[in-house]
């Protein structure tokens, strides 16, 4: 029998629905499969994740989509199942199951009612372990993936995320589009995904969330019998790279001839998910753009009617992040909605917020995450969020004291450390004989076809 290395994290969860208390136990076996089980026996269900690390990072540059790809075709059949099999089962027994992957980490997502929880975490174990990737399959999932680029490329929005992590991201990994390219995901073989399988989904780096209706010991047994054979891998090495913070006003317009609508992005980059300043950014976010009476809506739709949403945010990953402004309006006011934009910014410089701004932020905050913890999937996603970013457990007993507690000077400080108001990119995608004069108010602009995104 293989040895079981325990480490164990032990603290009190108080949900806020359940007022249950629970022990929070990290283990890891001997392959290094690391698994968290919570149990909370008022649920019906088991929530179950099963997250990889690594997510689109791992991309080779000449093949970005690999790992999303990849990651896909786990459903597409086994050495047992086939892929509509497989759908079949998980229909019978009441489940869905999902995977999606970010820049950095896979998921799979499902849950099981509690007595087809054993049955369901067999077909999970051999999705996970024993994949066919059938190259039938493959070429059905390349063809799905291809045919939803084509469609994302008329979609100016898309198209404009895509070109803004392109150029924030630039010279990291983090650049890479997560479902790649048309050219790129058309390159992908059947033997390059195989090989990436085998590489980067690999037990020592991977973790299993599971939380409901379950005994610790007879899942903890399910896990050890079902996964004690997945054999171990290289550890995967991750560069630290630095992300390069954009210096300046940079203005890129993105040409696509046609649209009556332009998609306008403005940021820089942002903070990484163990950045210490992560509520007072928080904060100062909401106050600035996160919630229908954000500034930025105050400003932009309610006072001028220019748009139906603008908003401003935060991608918080390992390495780094993205602070970003978004919104739309019609060709003839672009300058009108950037101006507004950079005025904003200038003015949470200029004057900070107010104390009546912050409490509304923080409770709107508190709000938000509370009626997120009610469910057991959104617990067990801000659970998966924790955990793997290595932050602070505490945080899902202690998060609305931690918002409550933060001081007005450690806001006004976040704003002159994480919200730039003279370097920032100004990207927008329209048709360039209609906003070109607009953008060049701004500084000299770099024009680009949005048809490059095919490559």
Do not use: C
């Amino acid at each position: 029998m293989k040895k079981l290395i325990s480490f164990i994290l032990i603290f009190t969860v108080s949900l806020i629905y359940s007022q249950k208390k629970f022990d929070i136990q990290i283990n890891s076996l001997e392959n290094g499969l690391k698994y968290l089980i919570i149990e909370n026996k008022k649920l019906p269900l088991v929530q179950v994740r099963i997250i990889f690390n690594g997510g689109a990072r791992l991309d080779p540059q000449k093949n970005q989509g690999l790992t999303y790809l990849t990651s896909q075709l786990l459903l597409k059949g086994t050495t047992k199942r086939t892929a509509q099999q497989i759908a079949e089962e998980f229909e019978f027994l009441g489940s869905t199951i999902d995977v999606s992957t970010n820049q950095d980490y896979s998921v799979i997502s499902t849950e099981f009612l509690k007595y087809n929880f054993e049955t369901g975490m067999n077909i999970l174990a051999e999705i996970i372990t024993s994949p066919a990737f059938d190259s039938k399959e493959i070429d059905k999932e390349k063809d799905k993936l291809i045919s939803e680029l084509k469609s994302s490329l008329e979609n100016s929005s898309y198209i404009a995320n895509q070109f803004f992590n392109r150029i924030i991201f630039q010279g990291h990994p983090y650049s890479n589009s997560i479902q790649g390219t048309i050219k790129q995901v058309d390159d992908i073989s059947s033997r390059q995904i195989r090989n990436h399988y085998k590489n980067y989904f690999i037990p020592n780096e991977t973790m299993i969330i599971l939380y409901g209706d379950i005994g610790k010991a007879e899942a903890e047994n399910l896990i050890k019998n079902l996964f004690k054979n997945w054999e171990k891998g290289n550890q995967i090495k991750l560069e630290n790279k630095p992300i390069n913070k954009l210096e300046g006003i940079k203005v890129v317009l993105v040409n696509k001839p046609g649209l009556t609508q332009s998609q306008i992005r403005v940021g820089n980059t942002g903070i990484s998910q163990n950045n210490p300043d992560e509520i007072p950014v928080s904060i100062v976010n909401t106050i600035l753009g996160n919630g229908f009476t954000s500034r930025l809506v105050e400003e932009i739709r309610v006072k001028r009617s220019l748009t139906y949403g603008a908003s401003s945010s935060f991608q918080k990953l390992q390495q780094g992040g993205k602070f970003l402004i978004s919104t739309f309006t019609k060709n003839e006011t672009v300058g009108e909605v950037i101006k507004i934009i950079l005025n904003e910014l200038e003015k949470l410089h200029q004057s900070g917020v107010s104390e009546w701004e912050i409490n509304k932020a923080k409770n709107y905050i508190i709000g938000e995450l509370s009626r997120q913890l009610q469910s057991p999937e959104g617990f067990v996603n801000y659970l998966n969020q924790i955990v793997f970013y290595n932050k602070d457990l505490e945080l899902l007993t202690n998060f609305s004291e931690k918002i409550k507690n933060t001081p007005k000077e450690k806001i006004n400080k976040a704003i002159s450390n994480y919200f730039p108001e003279k370097d920032l990119l100004i990207l927008v995608i329209g048709d360039a004989n209609q906003i070109r004069p607009q953008l060049e108010k701004f500084g000299q602009v770099q024009q680009i076809d949005y048809e490059i995104l095919v490559e």
